[in-house]
């Protein structure tokens, strides 16, 4: 039976938390005289000395393994937290068979040799149980029906029980998002949760999957949430309320929380290794609320590189309390002007309040400024007060927006059966065309352009919407060369046929539906980053968002730092992560018309992000690139321009909506 199966790999204890020096990021907690929750603090204990993790997912399968959708991004989701929680990450994505059992021992080898370290290894990808024993895949894995490749490219559990025996380290928690039967640890039964005692320390191998054999797990990504926002402390997972979630009461909370959500359909299972050297101890959360502040990575400061631990363990003496809060302060103002690209007066709001609440919590009224150096302190309830009224009204805009659609945007996004999926884009102001200089002169010059409210497809019209326009109307039946229907996005469609189309829909629906201006495309496409793509700038993740012309086909442009598997085709759209706005294949699949005349520079271009339909229109305006590009091509502010008739295998379109 097929699978999805994710894996959390975690040594990992905490408790009531003292950071005993942030760049070994080792951990301190109190232990109890018993394991009753309400025994008498005994102590104190160092449970580890360094922390790491290795997380690892996978999306593209061939071979006959379908593409996953959340694998990757649950992958990313698990990183980023990790790092908030000390963790030196590494995250690699879409390994074969042999980088996948290279990284595993790798890890355990390399870092397990630390017998004070803590480990945490986070697999997401397809799984597999066959008689009894279960498999991860990794992505040029094949099915079990070829079962001596089957045996030879697969992981077993068995082999992944050899794993993390090869680590020192005292703690190993491994979480599988995922169905099969526990064949390397027993399951356990529910009790009541014993407190952090000195036992808590002694040494275990603890397994929890998200179903039981036989049972079919979403790839929703439901599983990886919970388990996150129970890690944050955003749930209730400290079940004798103690002050910690140890692995047992994770896996009671998780059990709990996905029957309820799946009425038994799907029933989470958790155990120790079936070994006497390896079932002692348990692993251990703080509950706490009080988690360290959100990271945000990139070229720019680390705006909330600090802990509430840093700053409680520096409080002991005046000057070094007035040093941490001069030092947060700068990071917090300096760090939030840009991250990642991504302009966050509009895309990171909800992440600077989360930021600056902890920032205030953390000093609260024992700040160390008294007098007129408590202006500083009003500084930042100021800044955080101005922040959630800008929250208020980005809600407040995007409510306004769903009403004056007229029930055109309804719970599903859908205006008929037949219609694409639409998304809300909120109103602004952007960069428009070459923002770092590697693109042609047709992206120059480089201009700003506001952008009034409007909704554009979630995915690339596909062939089973463009196939109802086609049979209520009689239009031309396009090809689809051979490599199916259904979902994946129409193609051989000139910019005539999307015009013929969008004004079929509007007669439809009484709704004006039409092609996107140039402008709101790569508004759109940018979702507020300023980086070669709606990512980033490394060409090694577009196989995550896009698929293009890359080791999987054999074109000489190709992109040779990832594979996708999908080769020289389209694919079903929404397979892809998606950009900051919830659009999909943004980037890649096909080449998307829009409503433009192609003009050779933005000389002239309106600025209101209306359409440019004056002077020559011998040609359209094509965006995104298509699976047979290179990355290039990809570039939010890429370009091209072909006359309104051509069609061609790699063209396609998406529409946009009025409100």
């Not at 599988?176 to 407190?195: E, M």
């Not at 047709?442 to 952008?451: L, M, Q, S």
């Amino acid at each position: 039976m097929k699978r999805w199966l994710p894996i959390l790999m975690a040594v990992c204890a905490w408790a009531w938390i003292a950071e005993v020096d942030a760049a070994d990021r080792g951990v301190r907690v109190q232990y109890r005289a018993s394991e009753a929750a309400n025994a008498p603090i005994a102590g104190e204990m160092q449970l580890y000395s360094r922390s790491y993790a290795l997380v690892v997912g996978i999306d593209h399968y061939a071979n006959g393994w379908p593409r996953l959708s959340n694998a990757v991004a649950d992958a990313r989701k698990v990183a980023g937290a990790l790092e908030e929680r000390g963790f030196d990450v590494t995250l690699k994505t879409n390994l074969d068979s042999n980088e996948l059992g290279q990284a595993f021992e790798d890890f355990f080898i390399d870092h397990g040799a630390d017998p004070d370290a803590r480990l945490f290894v986070w697999y997401a990808g397809h799984g597999d149980t066959v008689n009894g024993e279960g498999y991860l895949i990794p992505a040029d894995g094949v099915l079990a029906a070829d079962r001596s490749n089957f045996l030879r490219k697969s992981v077993s559990l068995r082999e992944f029980g050899r794993y993390v025996r090869l680590a020192t380290s005292k703690h190993v928690y491994t979480v599988f998002d995922s169905c099969f039967a526990g064949t390397i640890f027993n399951v356990a039964r529910s009790a009541p949760p014993p407190a952090i005692t000195r036992v808590t320390s002694q040494p275990v191998r603890q397994f929890l999957s998200s179903g039981d054999a036989g049972q079919t797990v979403s790839d929703d990504g439901t599983f990886a949430n919970l388990f996150v926002e129970a890690l944050k402390g955003e749930r209730r997972a400290d079940l004798n309320a103690d002050g910690y979630v140890t692995a047992e009461e994770m896996g009671s909370f998780l059990t709990a929380s996905i029957s309820n959500y799946t009425n038994n359909k799907q029933v989470p299972r958790f155990g120790k290794l079936q070994d006497p050297s390896y079932d002692k101890g348990d692993f251990v959360f703080l509950a706490s609320l009080t988690t360290p502040l959100p990271v945000i990575t990139g070229s720019v400061p680390r705006a909330t590189d600090f802990s509430l631990g840093d700053i409680a363990g520096q409080a002991a003496e005046d000057k070094k309390r007035r040093a941490a809060w001069a030092s947060a302060l700068d990071r917090m103002t300096a760090g939030f002007n840009e991250v990642r690209g991504i302009d966050t007066d509009n895309i990171d709001v909800a992440l600077k309040i989360a930021a600056w609440q902890r920032f205030l919590q953390a000093f609260g009224e024992d700040n160390p400024y008294t007098g007129e150096d408590n202006d500083m302190m009003n500084l930042a309830r100021a800044r955080l007060g101005a922040l959630e009224k800008e929250k208020r009204q980005y809600e407040q805009q995007l409510a306004s927006l769903a009403s004056s659609s007229g029930g055109a945007i309804s719970a599903s996004g859908k205006a008929c059966d037949v219609c694409p999926e639409m998304v809300l884009i909120p109103a602004g102001s952007f960069r428009m065309g070459d923002l770092d200089g590697s693109g042609k002169e047709n992206e120059k010059p480089v201009r700003t352009v506001t952008i009034e409210a409007f909704a554009l497809g979630k995915y690339e019209v596909t062939f089973d919407e463009y196939d109802a326009f086609v049979q209520a109307t009689g239009h031309e039946r396009p090809e689809d060369k051979g490599w199916g229907r259904g979902s994946r996005p129409v193609i051989n469609v000139s910019w005539n046929d999307a015009q013929a189309y969008v004004k079929w829909l509007s007669s439809k629906t009484g709704l004006r539906f039409r092609l996107p201006s140039e402008a709101e495309w790569e508004y759109a496409a940018r979702a507020g980053t300023t980086t070669r793509y709606s990512f980033g700038d490394d060409e090694g993740d577009l196989c995550d968002y896009a698929n293009h012309a890359d080791t999987s086909t054999d074109y000489d442009w190709r992109n040779k730092r990832c594979s996708d598997g999908v080769g020289k085709q389209t694919a079903p759209v929404g397979q892809y992560q998606a950009n900051p706005f919830g659009l999909y294949d943004i980037h890649g699949n096909v080449y998307e018309w829009v409503e433009d005349c192609y003009q050779d520079s933005y000389s002239g271009a309106p600025s209101d992000g209306s359409a440019r339909t004056g002077g020559s229109c011998t040609y359209r305006v094509l965006r995104g690139g298509s699976w047979s590009h290179d990355p290039g091509y990809l570039r939010s502010a890429f370009r091209n321009g072909l006359t309104p008739t051509h069609r061609y295998f790699n063209d396609g379109f998406r529409v946009a909506q009025d409100l």
